[in-house]
Each structure stands twice: as structure tokens, then as C-alpha cells.
């Protein structure tokens, strides 16, 4: 069935942020005198604070989460969003799919902020149909809220006419409880393993392949 929209995450997708985003929740943590190997911080990337901080510290509470939540976004905005890259290709492939009349759709667990920050960055702003942030739902990823959220945007739109392209197993997941299918990239350095853990349709290296091979993609086939 024919792809009418795409539901891009930004996050190690179309921007190069994992590995700052590991930074910033590691001095977020150090903050509470809390410490965790790198990877394993890594390894809950793509998901919001909601999701991460019970992950790794299950006895803090709400409030607690709110502290390390507002402590993350602080460090991230001060010390890398200035400094953060697209990775390469990121605009052509959003303009090529606006281009074939699909509708592109950021979705992401970034803040409202960071996400007007990116669309910016992405020189997106005339390519998009709707967009999505952790602002605008109770549960992000891998919760299903932001993807149906976006869906709820896209009128008429049938999730099998739908596809997500993200980088974490976190976006395969809450796509699959849309009934949403998801193209997955390595450009947020999961392993194939765990992407493959939560069943995209396909992986790619990056956005750059995946526009390279858009015509055979489950984007454009």
C-alpha cells in the first residue's frame, strides 16, 4: 500500500545528538550522586525523561524524575544543542519525500523547544504537515502517545499508509503499537541485535542510504 506520510524521530536520525545526550544525563545523574557506564545510558537513548530515568533509577520518585528531566535539558541546551549537526542528506531526504506529495511529520521525544530548534536546523519549516514533542503527550517513546499523536494530525490517514523512520528500538516499538511499520537507521549507534529486537521493515545506515535507495525503500516501493 502506497506510503501517504512519514513519521521522522530527530534524535540520531536526522540529527547527530545521541552521544551528547549521553553526556548531559551522565552530568544530570552525577548531580543526584548517581553513576552509570556510558553505554548504559546509550542503550535508553530514544527514550524521554519519563521512561529513562525509571529505567536506570527505579527508586526515584516523581519529583526526583522532574529534577533529573529539567537538569538533562538544562546541560543539553547549554553545553550542545548550539553545537549539534544534521546528519548528512537530512533536508534532501525530507524535501524529496515532500516532494512526492507525502506528508513529513517530525515526531519526537525532544522537548517543544529543541523540536522548534531543529526544524530550523533542518531548514524544514516549509516541508512539514505536522509535528509531534514530548510537550504534547503524557508517555513518550517507547510508548505509542507520539506517534498517535501525529496520526491524530493526519486525517484520513489509515496506519498502513503510514511509516516511521527512527534510529533506537524505541521508535520500532511504539510505531508497532500503532499499527505503524518502521524503517530503522545505525546512525544512533544501536546494534542490528537491537534494532532488529523490535522488528522494523527494514535498516539502513542513514538517512543518506535510505534516500539513495528511496525508490526501493518501503518509503517509495
Known amino acids: 500500500m502506497q506510503i501517504q506520510a512519514i513519521l521522522f524521530d530527530i534524535d540520531g536520525t536526522l540529527v547527530d545528538t545521541n ?13 543526584m550522586g548517581a553513576s552509570f557506564d556510558r553505554q548504559r545510558i546509550h542503550d535508553q537513548i530514544g527514550k524521554g525523561t ?22 538533562h535539558g538544562a546541560i543539553f541546551k547549554a553545553k550542545y544543542l548550539e553545537t549539534a549537526k544534521p546528519f548528512a542528506e537530512a533536508n534532501a531526504l ?23 530548534h531543529y526544524i530550523d536546523l533542518l531548514d524544514a519549516r516549509d516541508l512539514l504537515a505536522a509535528t509531534t514533542s514530548s ?14 499523536t501525529a496520526l491524530e494530525q493526519l486525517p484520513g490517514l489509515a496506519p498502513a499508509n503510514v511509516i516511521v523512520v527512527g534510529d533506537t ?11 505503524i511499520a518502521a524503517v530503522a537507521v545505525r546512525s544512533g549507534k544501536f546494534t542490528d541485535a537491537q534494532l532488529q ?19 526501493q525503500s518501503p518509503l517509495g516501493a
Not at 552521544?19 to 548531580?31: I, K, R, S
Not at 528500538?169 to 499499527?179: H, K, V
Open 19 to 31: 552521544d551528547m545526550h549521553v553526556l548531559a544525563w551522565e552530568e544530570a545523574f552525577a548531580g
Open 50 to 71: 519519563d521512561m529513562l530515568v525509571p529505567t536506570l533509577l527505579p527508586d526515584a520518585d516523581e519529583a526526583q524524575q522532574d529534577v533529573l528531566g529539567d537538569a
Open 94 to 116: 525530507l524535501a524529496y519525500a515532500h516532494g512526492l506529495g507525502q506528508r513529513v511529520v517530525l515526531a519526537s521525544s525532544a522537548s517543544g523547544s529543541e523540536l522548534d
Open 135 to 148: 510537550d504534547d503527550v503524557e508517555k513518550t517513546k517507547p510508548a505509542p502517545d507520539i506517534f498517535a
Open 169 to 179: 528500538p524505541y521508535d520500532i516499538e511504539a510505531a508497532a503499537r500503532c499499527g
Open 197 to 215: 529486537s523490535a522488528g522494523p521493515v527494514a535498516i539502513y545506515d542513514d538517512v543518506a542510504a535510505l534516500l539513495a535507495d528511496y525508490a
